[in-house]
Protein backbone atom coordinates (compact mmCIF):
# COMPACT_ATOMS: atom_id res chain seq x y z
CA UNK A 1 0.00 0.00 0.00
CA UNK A 2 1.43 3.55 -0.87
CA UNK A 3 2.23 5.42 2.41
CA UNK A 4 1.23 8.26 0.60
CA UNK A 5 -2.51 7.33 0.14
CA UNK A 6 -2.46 6.42 3.79
CA UNK A 7 -4.95 9.24 6.02
CA UNK A 8 -4.79 8.02 9.18
CA UNK A 9 -6.27 10.80 11.59
CA UNK A 10 -7.02 10.79 15.05
CA UNK A 11 -9.94 12.95 16.41
CA UNK A 12 -9.78 15.04 20.10
CA UNK A 13 -13.25 14.69 21.13
CA UNK A 14 -16.83 13.20 20.11
CA UNK A 15 -19.83 12.69 20.79
CA UNK A 16 -22.09 10.85 18.42
CA UNK A 17 -20.13 11.39 17.73
CA UNK A 18 -20.15 14.58 19.67
CA UNK A 19 -17.40 17.34 21.62
CA UNK A 20 -17.51 15.30 25.14
CA UNK A 21 -15.27 13.11 26.75
CA UNK A 22 -15.90 10.87 29.77
CA UNK A 23 -14.79 7.56 31.54
CA UNK A 24 -16.18 4.24 29.35
CA UNK A 25 -18.34 1.62 31.04
CA UNK A 26 -17.41 -1.66 32.06
CA UNK A 27 -18.73 -3.53 28.55
CA UNK A 28 -18.65 -7.19 27.59
CA UNK A 29 -16.01 -7.90 25.19
CA UNK A 30 -14.43 -10.50 23.64
CA UNK A 31 -11.99 -12.80 25.48
CA UNK A 32 -9.28 -11.79 23.29
CA UNK A 33 -9.23 -8.01 24.63
CA UNK A 34 -11.11 -8.70 28.36
CA UNK A 35 -7.59 -8.64 30.11
CA UNK A 36 -6.90 -5.01 30.01
CA UNK A 37 -10.93 -3.51 30.24
CA UNK A 38 -11.70 -3.12 33.91
CA UNK A 39 -13.88 -0.77 35.38
CA UNK A 40 -11.37 2.32 35.65
CA UNK A 41 -10.51 1.23 31.85
CA UNK A 42 -11.16 4.31 29.68
CA UNK A 43 -11.97 2.99 26.25
CA UNK A 44 -12.12 4.40 23.12
CA UNK A 45 -14.11 4.02 19.86
CA UNK A 46 -12.81 3.64 16.14
CA UNK A 47 -14.49 3.83 12.80
CA UNK A 48 -13.82 3.66 8.85
CA UNK A 49 -14.62 6.95 7.49
CA UNK A 50 -13.87 8.97 4.01
CA UNK A 51 -13.56 12.73 3.28
CA UNK A 52 -14.32 12.43 -0.45
CA UNK A 53 -15.91 9.98 -2.93
CA UNK A 54 -13.01 7.87 -4.92
CA UNK A 55 -11.74 4.22 -4.76
CA UNK A 56 -11.53 3.00 -1.95
CA UNK A 57 -7.91 2.18 -1.46
CA UNK A 58 -7.44 6.03 -1.57
CA UNK A 59 -9.68 7.18 0.33
CA UNK A 60 -10.89 5.48 3.44
CA UNK A 61 -9.15 6.40 6.61
CA UNK A 62 -9.35 4.74 10.23
CA UNK A 63 -9.68 7.58 12.85
CA UNK A 64 -10.20 7.08 17.21
CA UNK A 65 -12.62 9.14 19.35
CA UNK A 66 -13.19 9.32 22.55
CA UNK A 67 -15.58 7.08 24.47
CA UNK A 68 -19.84 8.21 23.83
CA UNK A 69 -20.84 10.60 26.35
CA UNK A 70 -24.76 9.88 28.13
CA UNK A 71 -26.85 9.78 25.17
CA UNK A 72 -29.32 13.16 24.79
CA UNK A 73 -32.96 12.30 24.99
CA UNK A 74 -34.81 10.47 22.79
CA UNK A 75 -31.13 8.57 21.47
CA UNK A 76 -29.11 5.47 22.61
CA UNK A 77 -25.70 4.88 22.93
CA UNK A 78 -24.56 1.56 20.59
CA UNK A 79 -22.03 -0.82 20.21
CA UNK A 80 -21.41 -2.36 17.15
CA UNK A 81 -21.17 -6.01 16.83
CA UNK A 82 -20.82 -6.70 13.32
CA UNK A 83 -21.50 -4.48 10.47
CA UNK A 84 -21.56 -6.14 6.57
CA UNK A 85 -19.60 -5.04 3.57
CA UNK A 86 -21.70 -5.34 0.56
CA UNK A 87 -20.96 -4.42 -2.71
CA UNK A 88 -23.50 -0.79 -2.13
CA UNK A 89 -21.37 0.25 0.53
CA UNK A 90 -18.35 -0.21 -1.62
CA UNK A 91 -20.23 2.29 -4.52
CA UNK A 92 -21.22 4.33 -1.93
CA UNK A 93 -17.66 5.44 -1.12
CA UNK A 94 -16.77 5.38 -5.30
CA UNK A 95 -19.79 7.93 -5.62
CA UNK A 96 -21.65 5.67 -7.88
CA UNK A 97 -24.71 4.72 -5.33
CA UNK A 98 -28.07 7.38 -5.39
CA UNK A 99 -27.99 7.28 -1.46
CA UNK A 100 -25.88 9.55 0.23
CA UNK A 101 -24.68 9.29 3.63
CA UNK A 102 -24.80 12.14 5.95
CA UNK A 103 -21.46 13.49 7.12
CA UNK A 104 -20.45 13.50 10.63
CA UNK A 105 -19.07 16.67 12.10
CA UNK A 106 -15.61 16.68 14.67
CA UNK A 107 -14.79 13.24 13.80
CA UNK A 108 -11.23 14.68 12.44
CA UNK A 109 -8.94 15.93 14.01
CA UNK A 110 -9.33 19.39 11.94
CA UNK A 111 -12.85 19.44 12.22
CA UNK A 112 -13.78 18.73 8.33
CA UNK A 113 -16.79 16.92 8.06
CA UNK A 114 -15.83 13.05 7.44
CA UNK A 115 -18.50 10.25 6.02
CA UNK A 116 -18.86 6.44 7.98
CA UNK A 117 -18.47 3.67 5.94
CA UNK A 118 -21.84 1.00 6.25
CA UNK A 119 -25.52 0.91 5.88
CA UNK A 120 -26.16 -2.35 7.51
CA UNK A 121 -25.40 -3.62 10.92
CA UNK A 122 -25.95 -5.41 14.30
CA UNK A 123 -25.29 -3.13 17.46
CA UNK A 124 -25.97 -3.52 21.34
CA UNK A 125 -27.70 -0.84 23.47
CA UNK A 126 -25.49 -0.01 26.16
CA UNK A 127 -26.86 3.41 27.19
CA UNK A 128 -30.49 4.94 26.80
CA UNK A 129 -31.83 8.72 27.12
CA UNK A 130 -34.60 9.96 28.67
CA UNK A 131 -37.68 9.40 27.13
CA UNK A 132 -36.56 6.01 25.50
CA UNK A 133 -39.04 3.45 26.54
CA UNK A 134 -38.74 0.48 23.86
CA UNK A 135 -35.08 0.21 24.44
CA UNK A 136 -33.24 -1.08 27.37
CA UNK A 137 -29.32 -1.83 27.94
CA UNK A 138 -27.85 -4.87 26.26
CA UNK A 139 -30.80 -4.79 23.60
CA UNK A 140 -29.86 -5.92 19.77
CA UNK A 141 -30.77 -3.21 17.07
CA UNK A 142 -30.12 -3.54 13.21
CA UNK A 143 -30.18 0.11 11.35
CA UNK A 144 -32.85 1.44 9.39
CA UNK A 145 -32.00 4.31 8.51
CA UNK A 146 -30.01 4.29 4.91
CA UNK A 147 -26.41 5.11 5.65
CA UNK A 148 -26.32 5.67 9.02
CA UNK A 149 -22.55 4.56 9.51
CA UNK A 150 -22.36 1.46 10.68
CA UNK A 151 -18.31 0.67 10.11
CA UNK A 152 -17.64 1.56 13.63
CA UNK A 153 -17.07 0.94 17.30
CA UNK A 154 -19.86 2.87 18.82
CA UNK A 155 -22.16 6.12 17.97
CA UNK A 156 -25.25 7.63 19.30
CA UNK A 157 -28.29 7.00 17.16
CA UNK A 158 -32.31 8.29 16.81
CA UNK A 159 -33.89 5.51 18.42
CA UNK A 160 -37.06 6.25 15.77
CA UNK A 161 -33.34 4.96 12.95
CA UNK A 162 -33.14 1.49 14.74
CA UNK A 163 -35.33 -1.93 15.49
CA UNK A 164 -34.96 -3.95 17.85
CA UNK A 165 -34.82 -7.62 17.11
CA UNK A 166 -34.38 -10.73 19.67
CA UNK A 167 -30.99 -11.60 20.60
CA UNK A 168 -32.73 -14.95 22.23
CA UNK A 169 -34.14 -16.30 18.28
CA UNK A 170 -30.71 -14.84 15.55
CA UNK A 171 -27.46 -15.37 15.84
CA UNK A 172 -25.14 -12.30 15.87
CA UNK A 173 -24.36 -12.81 12.03
CA UNK A 174 -28.24 -13.61 11.56
CA UNK A 175 -29.18 -10.43 12.91
CA UNK A 176 -26.31 -8.40 11.29
CA UNK A 177 -27.46 -9.23 7.62
CA UNK A 178 -31.28 -9.66 8.13
CA UNK A 179 -31.66 -5.55 7.25
CA UNK A 180 -31.08 -5.42 3.18
CA UNK A 181 -31.12 -8.85 1.65
CA UNK A 182 -33.78 -11.07 3.45
CA UNK A 183 -36.08 -8.35 2.82
CA UNK A 184 -35.54 -7.54 -0.48
CA UNK A 185 -36.00 -10.89 -1.23
CA UNK A 186 -39.13 -11.47 0.74
CA UNK A 187 -40.51 -8.03 -0.70
CA UNK A 188 -39.97 -8.49 -4.31
CA UNK A 189 -41.84 -12.17 -4.00
CA UNK A 190 -44.79 -10.26 -2.04
CA UNK A 191 -45.26 -6.84 -3.94
CA UNK A 192 -45.50 -7.13 -6.95
CA UNK A 193 -47.62 -10.43 -8.07
CA UNK A 194 -49.87 -12.54 -6.07
CA UNK A 195 -48.67 -15.77 -6.23
CA UNK A 196 -50.14 -19.17 -5.06
CA UNK A 197 -47.97 -22.49 -4.05
CA UNK A 198 -46.70 -24.24 -7.29
CA UNK A 199 -46.25 -20.80 -9.03
CA UNK A 200 -43.00 -20.46 -10.65
CA UNK A 201 -40.29 -17.82 -9.76
CA UNK A 202 -37.32 -17.47 -12.61
CA UNK A 203 -34.38 -15.15 -11.17
CA UNK A 204 -30.51 -14.10 -12.57
CA UNK A 205 -27.54 -13.74 -10.12
CA UNK A 206 -29.40 -16.76 -8.05
CA UNK A 207 -26.37 -17.10 -5.84
CA UNK A 208 -25.89 -13.91 -4.53
CA UNK A 209 -27.31 -13.34 -0.88
CA UNK A 210 -30.81 -12.10 -1.95
CA UNK A 211 -30.83 -14.95 -4.49
CA UNK A 212 -30.32 -17.17 -1.90
CA UNK A 213 -33.02 -15.42 0.27
CA UNK A 214 -35.29 -15.53 -2.52
CA UNK A 215 -34.77 -19.23 -3.27
CA UNK A 216 -34.93 -20.48 0.66
CA UNK A 217 -38.31 -17.85 1.14
CA UNK A 218 -40.32 -19.33 -2.23
CA UNK A 219 -39.81 -22.68 -1.21
CA UNK A 220 -40.96 -21.96 2.15
CA UNK A 221 -43.83 -20.32 0.56
CA UNK A 222 -44.66 -23.61 -1.86
CA UNK A 223 -43.09 -21.39 -4.70
CA UNK A 224 -40.93 -23.12 -7.78
CA UNK A 225 -37.92 -21.20 -8.81
CA UNK A 226 -35.40 -21.28 -11.55
CA UNK A 227 -31.86 -20.26 -10.93
CA UNK A 228 -29.54 -18.71 -13.07
CA UNK A 229 -25.75 -17.95 -12.14
CA UNK A 230 -22.70 -17.25 -14.09
CA UNK A 231 -20.81 -20.57 -16.08
CA UNK A 232 -17.13 -18.95 -15.56
CA UNK A 233 -16.61 -20.56 -12.37
CA UNK A 234 -14.80 -23.90 -11.26
CA UNK A 235 -17.05 -24.85 -8.54
CA UNK A 236 -20.19 -24.55 -10.29
CA UNK A 237 -21.66 -28.22 -9.57
CA UNK A 238 -21.28 -27.78 -6.30
CA UNK A 239 -22.99 -24.40 -6.41
CA UNK A 240 -25.49 -25.92 -7.75
CA UNK A 241 -25.65 -28.61 -5.60
CA UNK A 242 -25.76 -25.84 -2.60
CA UNK A 243 -28.59 -23.57 -4.46
CA UNK A 244 -30.56 -27.27 -4.87
CA UNK A 245 -30.31 -28.08 -1.07
CA UNK A 246 -31.17 -24.94 -0.24
CA UNK A 247 -34.47 -25.08 -2.35
CA UNK A 248 -34.33 -24.31 -5.64
CA UNK A 249 -36.13 -26.48 -8.11
CA UNK A 250 -33.71 -26.20 -11.10
CA UNK A 251 -30.08 -24.43 -11.37
CA UNK A 252 -28.83 -23.16 -14.81
CA UNK A 253 -26.03 -21.29 -15.95
CA UNK A 254 -26.14 -18.25 -18.49
CA UNK A 255 -24.71 -20.32 -21.03
CA UNK A 256 -27.49 -23.27 -21.09
CA UNK A 257 -29.84 -20.03 -21.10
CA UNK A 258 -28.20 -18.91 -24.33
CA UNK A 259 -28.88 -22.48 -25.82
CA UNK A 260 -31.67 -22.10 -28.35
CA UNK A 261 -33.41 -25.84 -26.56
CA UNK A 262 -33.37 -23.76 -23.33
CA UNK A 263 -36.91 -22.66 -23.77
CA UNK A 264 -38.40 -26.43 -24.43
CA UNK A 265 -36.40 -27.39 -21.23
CA UNK A 266 -38.31 -24.66 -19.11
CA UNK A 267 -41.72 -25.31 -20.58
CA UNK A 268 -41.00 -29.37 -19.56
CA UNK A 269 -39.74 -28.33 -16.07
CA UNK A 270 -43.27 -26.26 -15.64
CA UNK A 271 -45.39 -28.24 -17.53
CA UNK A 272 -46.10 -25.23 -19.90
CA UNK A 273 -47.04 -23.09 -17.11
CA UNK A 274 -46.35 -19.75 -17.24
CA UNK A 275 -43.82 -18.32 -15.15
CA UNK A 276 -45.24 -15.03 -13.79
CA UNK A 277 -42.04 -13.46 -12.07
CA UNK A 278 -38.85 -12.23 -12.59
CA UNK A 279 -35.91 -11.05 -10.85
CA UNK A 280 -33.30 -9.73 -12.19
CA UNK A 281 -29.57 -7.99 -10.89
CA UNK A 282 -27.95 -8.52 -13.96
CA UNK A 283 -28.59 -6.54 -16.86
CA UNK A 284 -27.78 -6.97 -20.24
CA UNK A 285 -28.57 -9.67 -22.37
CA UNK A 286 -28.62 -12.15 -19.31
CA UNK A 287 -32.10 -10.13 -18.43
CA UNK A 288 -33.64 -10.21 -22.06
CA UNK A 289 -33.22 -13.97 -22.46
CA UNK A 290 -34.54 -14.57 -19.51
CA UNK A 291 -37.26 -12.25 -19.90
CA UNK A 292 -38.37 -14.02 -23.21
CA UNK A 293 -39.48 -17.10 -20.55
CA UNK A 294 -41.68 -15.10 -18.70
CA UNK A 295 -45.82 -15.86 -19.10
CA UNK A 296 -48.57 -13.75 -19.91
CA UNK A 297 -49.17 -10.81 -17.56
CA UNK A 298 -45.82 -10.96 -15.67
CA UNK A 299 -43.48 -9.23 -13.79
CA UNK A 300 -40.14 -8.65 -14.14
CA UNK A 301 -38.56 -6.88 -11.23
CA UNK A 302 -34.49 -5.12 -11.49
CA UNK A 303 -33.02 -4.64 -8.01
CA UNK A 304 -29.26 -4.28 -9.01
CA UNK A 305 -27.36 -4.06 -12.82
CA UNK A 306 -24.02 -6.15 -11.88
CA UNK A 307 -23.78 -6.31 -15.35
CA UNK A 308 -23.33 -2.31 -15.45
CA UNK A 309 -24.84 -3.11 -18.96
CA UNK A 310 -28.61 -1.40 -20.41
CA UNK A 311 -31.44 -3.24 -19.54
CA UNK A 312 -32.93 -4.06 -23.26
CA UNK A 313 -36.56 -5.90 -24.09
CA UNK A 314 -38.48 -6.77 -27.15
CA UNK A 315 -41.48 -3.99 -27.72
CA UNK A 316 -43.26 -7.34 -28.36
CA UNK A 317 -42.70 -9.06 -24.67
CA UNK A 318 -44.79 -5.40 -23.83
CA UNK A 319 -47.22 -6.02 -26.78
CA UNK A 320 -48.27 -9.68 -26.41
CA UNK A 321 -47.37 -10.75 -23.79
CA UNK A 322 -48.24 -7.81 -21.15
CA UNK A 323 -44.97 -7.70 -19.26
CA UNK A 324 -44.57 -5.01 -16.37
CA UNK A 325 -41.56 -3.76 -15.46
CA UNK A 326 -40.22 -2.40 -11.79
CA UNK A 327 -37.99 -1.54 -10.31
CA UNK A 328 -36.89 -2.23 -6.24
CA UNK A 329 -35.09 -0.62 -3.89
CA UNK A 330 -34.96 -1.63 -0.22
CA UNK A 331 -34.04 1.64 1.37
CA UNK A 332 -37.26 3.22 -0.50
CA UNK A 333 -39.57 0.72 0.92
CA UNK A 334 -38.33 1.13 4.37
CA UNK A 335 -38.81 5.01 3.70
CA UNK A 336 -42.42 4.93 2.70
CA UNK A 337 -43.16 2.10 5.69
CA UNK A 338 -44.44 2.77 8.70
CA UNK A 339 -42.94 1.65 12.51
CA UNK A 340 -45.10 -0.97 12.66
CA UNK A 341 -45.41 -2.20 9.17
CA UNK A 342 -41.04 -2.52 9.05
CA UNK A 343 -41.56 -4.46 12.27
CA UNK A 344 -44.35 -6.54 11.02
CA UNK A 345 -41.56 -7.50 8.34
CA UNK A 346 -38.86 -8.61 10.79
CA UNK A 347 -41.01 -10.65 12.94
CA UNK A 348 -41.47 -12.74 9.49
CA UNK A 349 -38.36 -13.06 8.65
CA UNK A 350 -37.59 -13.70 12.32
CA UNK A 351 -39.64 -16.45 12.68
CA UNK A 352 -38.44 -18.33 8.85
CA UNK A 353 -35.18 -18.41 10.28
CA UNK A 354 -36.09 -19.33 13.71
CA UNK A 355 -38.18 -22.31 11.80
CA UNK A 356 -34.86 -23.35 10.18
CA UNK A 357 -36.51 -21.98 6.37
CA UNK A 358 -34.01 -19.27 6.07
CA UNK A 359 -30.26 -19.10 6.32
CA UNK A 360 -27.74 -16.96 5.90
CA UNK A 361 -25.11 -16.73 3.46
CA UNK A 362 -21.48 -18.10 4.19
CA UNK A 363 -19.62 -15.90 6.07
CA UNK A 364 -16.27 -14.13 7.54
CA UNK A 365 -15.83 -12.16 9.96
CA UNK A 366 -13.40 -9.68 9.91
CA UNK A 367 -11.70 -8.00 13.24
CA UNK A 368 -9.84 -4.78 13.66
CA UNK A 369 -8.40 -5.33 16.45
CA UNK A 370 -8.34 -2.62 19.40
CA UNK A 371 -4.69 -2.35 20.05
CA UNK A 372 -4.39 -2.17 16.12
CA UNK A 373 -3.07 1.11 14.82
CA UNK A 374 -5.37 2.97 13.03
CA UNK A 375 -3.08 2.89 9.58
CA UNK A 376 -3.04 -1.29 10.31
CA UNK A 377 -7.27 -0.90 10.44
CA UNK A 378 -7.04 1.07 7.34
CA UNK A 379 -4.66 -1.23 5.55
CA UNK A 380 -7.23 -4.15 6.86
CA UNK A 381 -10.07 -2.85 5.61
CA UNK A 382 -8.89 -1.84 2.18
CA UNK A 383 -7.39 -5.01 1.53
CA UNK A 384 -10.60 -6.56 2.28
CA UNK A 385 -12.56 -4.59 -0.15
CA UNK A 386 -10.29 -5.11 -2.86
CA UNK A 387 -11.01 -8.69 -2.72
CA UNK A 388 -14.10 -8.39 -3.04
CA UNK A 389 -14.48 -6.16 -5.62
CA UNK A 390 -12.03 -8.81 -7.84
CA UNK A 391 -14.79 -11.36 -6.89
CA UNK A 392 -12.04 -13.27 -4.40
CA UNK A 393 -14.21 -13.44 -1.39
CA UNK A 394 -17.20 -16.28 -1.58
CA UNK A 395 -18.34 -15.38 1.00
CA UNK A 396 -20.19 -12.71 2.96
CA UNK A 397 -17.58 -10.19 5.19
CA UNK A 398 -18.99 -9.06 8.28
CA UNK A 399 -17.11 -6.30 9.51
CA UNK A 400 -15.99 -6.01 13.57
CA UNK A 401 -14.81 -3.17 14.61
CA UNK A 402 -13.35 -3.15 18.92
CA UNK A 403 -13.46 -0.43 20.75
CA UNK A 404 -9.76 1.02 21.66
CA UNK A 405 -7.89 1.32 24.99
Known sequence: MNPATICCRRASLHASFSRHVVNSRSIPSPSSSRA???????????????????????????????????????????????????????????????????????????????FVGGNEGLAEVIAVGKGVTDLKERDWVVMTKPQSGTWTSGRNVDVKDVLKVPSSELSEAEAATITVNPPTAYNMLHDFVRLQEGDWVIQNGANSAVGQAVIQIAAAKGLKTINLIRNSREDIEPLKSHLKALGAAHVATYDELSDKAFRNKVKSWTEGKDIRLGLNCVGGKVTTLMA?????????????????????????????????????????????????????????????????????????????????????????????????????????????????P
Open 36 to 114: FRTSSSVLGNRAIVYSNNGDPSSVLSAITFPDLPPPPPNTANLRFLLSPINPADINVIEGVYPAKPVPHQSLSSDDSPV
Open 292 to 404: RLLGEDAHLVSYGAMSKSPLSLPTSLFIFKNLTCHGFWQSRWYDSKTSVQRAQMMDTLVGLIRDGKLQSPEHEVLVIRGQETDSDARDKICTAIARLTGGKYGKKVLLKVEET
